[in-house]
């Protein structure tokens, strides 16, 4: 989870209450019940439009998949092989939950609500944006 508090530490109980029955456990902004709160027009495309691309290209069922308030079971975290992870920025986070899905992982997730950071600022540029597109082509590609 992002620690400057874009992620509600309140919603901690209800993933470790989840993660008994899943593999992995995503806080989604884009679910229903789920939403953004804060963010300009531009910053809300380039997340939802990851999301998409990456939803459509690599054929996932999950909507946010550009999120970090995630739940793993060690297990799952173990089968994805971390050592393998090419990615950086963003396109790390599409190409765990990626690994997880393909691997046959059980994968729910649950809405919260997203606030934009009170401290701090985004690592977001233009290179991790880039990285992002090609590292989904690269992932489609290896199947």
């Excluded at 008994?20 to 789920?34: E, H, I």
């Excluded at 809300?44 to 739940?71: M, N």
């Excluded at 963003?90 to 606030?115: C, D, M």
């Amino acid at each position: 989870m992002d620690s400057d508090f874009s992620h509600d530490p309140k919603y901690m109980p209800e993933l470790f209450n989840l993660i008994n029955d899943y593999d992995l456990v995503l806080g989604s902004r884009y679910v229903r019940d789920g939403k953004i709160e804060n963010w300009g027009f531009i910053r809300r495309l380039i997340s939802r439009f990851g999301s998409l691309y990456a939803q459509a290209l690599l054929s996932l069922p999950i909507k946010d998949l550009t999120g970090g308030f995630k739940c793993w079971r060690r297990e799952a975290l173990e089968k994805i092989n971390l050592d393998r992870i090419s990615t950086r920025g963003y396109a790390f986070q599409i190409e765990t939950t990626y690994r997880a899905f393909k691997n046959g992982s059980r994968i729910l997730e649950f809405p919260i609500v997203f606030r934009d950071r009170r401290i701090g600022k985004t690592k977001m540029s233009k290179a991790i944006f880039i990285e992002a597109i090609f590292a989904v082509i690269k992932m489609k590609l290896k199947k």
